[in-house]
Nanobody
Framework: QVQLVESGGGLVQPGGSLRLSCAAS????????MGWYRQAPGKQRELVAE???????NYADSVKGRFTISRDNARNTVSLQMNSLKPDDTAVYYC?????????????????WGQGTQVTVSS
């Protein structure tokens, strides 16, 4: 059973920083893409940042220059360093793993979500 466990959310003042971490556990050979999404009240879930197994990254325009995603393939972890946080960044942040392989030829899970962690930016 593969699962994602997130940590690192909380309350921070505008301009502050937080670091989110996510670890995938279980039978894993590799994961194609790991990333972070967020969902604010009354809004749809949106991509924040993602990193491929080869190291390519992609960011939402709203977080470019402020957030940095990093990934450790050997440990199946992904982190999101969030700097210069704004009240608009307030949301539940979800870790996502897309296409989890249990061998070179077998996919065990097409996509998996973490339980979510609350990030609140407020003075």
């Amino acid at each position: 059973q593969v699962q994602l466990v997130e940590s690192g959310g909380g309350l921070v003042q505008p301009g502050g920083s937080l670091r989110l971490s996510c670890a995938a556990s279980g039978r894993i050979f590799s994961i194609n893409v790991m990333g972070w999404y967020r969902q604010a009240p009354g809004k749809q879930r949106e991509l924040v940042a993602e990193a491929t197994h080869s190291g390519s990254t992609n960011y939402a325009d709203s977080v470019k220059g402020r957030f940095t995603i990093s990934r450790d393939n050997a440990r199946n972890t992904v982190s999101l360093q969030m700097n210069s946080l704004k009240p608009d960044d307030t949301a539940v942040y979800y870790c996502n793993a897309d296409t989890i392989w249990i061998s070179r030829t077998v996919v065990s899970v097409p996509t998996l979500w973490g339980q979510g962690t609350q990030v609140t930016v407020s003075s």
